[in-house]
């Protein structure tokens, strides 16, 4: 099975940096992402980790380690509409095929 | 259309009554997910098709819970008998395999409300 956790919920200012954190226990691993949810929308992609490391897309980075099950999503320079949920989803393969699980999600709040 | 199309968008029903789900993916996408969101909650894997192989089921949380694609395209969620724990977001996503990776593309998602 799956064991993925991140915190509920988090606050933060504008203009700030927040690091939201992803622990997962899975068998089969084969890809972290991150996806964006707003309030009554749907999640949009944000990130993809295969390889342990940094990557980044502008004010958004994703971090792996494998060995430590870890992977965290930094964002910069926070701006009010990135308040929203943000889901940590651990790709594994599995009886043949591969499957996305996610986190409960993180709810990250904005604050001027 | 250009995106995944799910309908109906809102669903109410009396519990023990029986309803469908439908979900339209992106054309040419091979796989199709449905996952459930209960209220302030992450997304609960339901059942993932794969091309022409065996869907893996193993997300259903009863056997009031079926899933068909018919013709790798269009999927039909059923949730018979249903029960108010049964209310949520369900979202259907497809993906695509782009940049080495597959990335997962939403629907809007089916508000079901049992009463």
């Known amino acids: 099975g799956q064991n993925i956790d991140q915190p509920t919920e988090m606050t933060a200012t504008e203009g700030a940096i927040v690091q939201i954190n992803c622990t997962y226990q899975t068998s089969g691993f084969n890809g972290l992402f991150w996806y964006q949810q707003h309030a009554g929308e749907a999640p949009t992609f944000l990130s993809y980790n295969v390889l342990d490391g940094l990557e980044e897309k502008g004010r958004f980075s994703s971090f792996l380690s494998r060995s430590k099950g870890y992977s965290y999503l930094l964002l910069k320079e926070l701006q009010m509409k990135d308040s929203a949920s943000y889901l940590c989803a651990v790709r594994a393969h599995q009886t043949g095929a591969n499957n996305l699980f996610f986190g409960t999600g993180t709810r990250l709040t904005v604050i001027p | 259309g250009a995106g995944v199309s799910q309908s109906p968008s809102n669903k109410v029903t009396e519990k023990g009554k029986d309803v469908e789900l439908r979900c339209d993916p992106i054309?040419?996408?091979?796989?199709l997910y449905w996952y459930r969101q209960s209220l302030g909650q992450g997304l609960e894997f339901l059942i993932y098709f794969q091309g022409n192989s065996a869907p893996d089921k193993s997300g259903l949380p009863s056997d009031r819970f079926s899933a068909e694609r018919t013709g790798g395209s269009v999927s039909t969620l059923t949730i018979q008998r249903t029960q108010q724990e049964d209310s949520a977001v369900y979202l259907c996503a497809s993906s695509s395999r782009g940049q080495g990776y597959e990335k997962l593309f939403f629907g809007s998602g089916t508000q079901l409300s049992v009463l």
């Open positions: 054309s040419g996408h091979t796989a």
